[in-house]
Nanobody, 122 residues
């Protein structure tokens, strides 16, 4: 059974850090593109970044450039999103998704995790 499970969300103060994990089961993450998305209340889901099967990282969201970093651990079949210098506007539900190629369009991704809530507040 193909499954993606996000973890690592929670409460953080402005300027703080969190590391999100996206663990896969039923398939090997290293052969697929994995994207991170987020959706804030009342807003559309937006793509943050994606790591391709060849480990090329594409950053789509300008507001997180220089603050958020993706990485992959093939041995753990897990992809990470390191989030530094968090801001209140980063508050969202964060999702990971797998697809054949990196894309800014969510319909290009086949499998999705259930999401993990990140709340940035003082």
């Amino acid at each position: 059974q193909v499954q993606l499970v996000e973890s690592g969300g929670g409460l953080a103060q402005p300027g703080g850090s969190l590391r999100l994990s996206c663990a896969a089961s039923g398939f090997a993450l290293q052969h697929y593109a994995i994207g991170w998305f987020r959706q804030a209340p009342g807003k559309e889901r937006e793509v943050i970044s994606c790591i391709s099967s060849s480990d090329v990282i594409t950053n789509y969201e300008d507001s997180v450039k220089g603050r958020f970093t993706m990485s992959r651990d093939n041995a753990k079949n897990t992809v990470y999103l390191q989030m530094n210098s968090l801001k209140p506007e980063d508050t969202s539900v964060y999702y990971c998704a797998s697809g054949l190629v990196c894309s800014r369009w969510d319909y290009e991704y086949n499998y999705w995790g259930q999401g993990t809530q990140v709340t940035v507040t003082s």
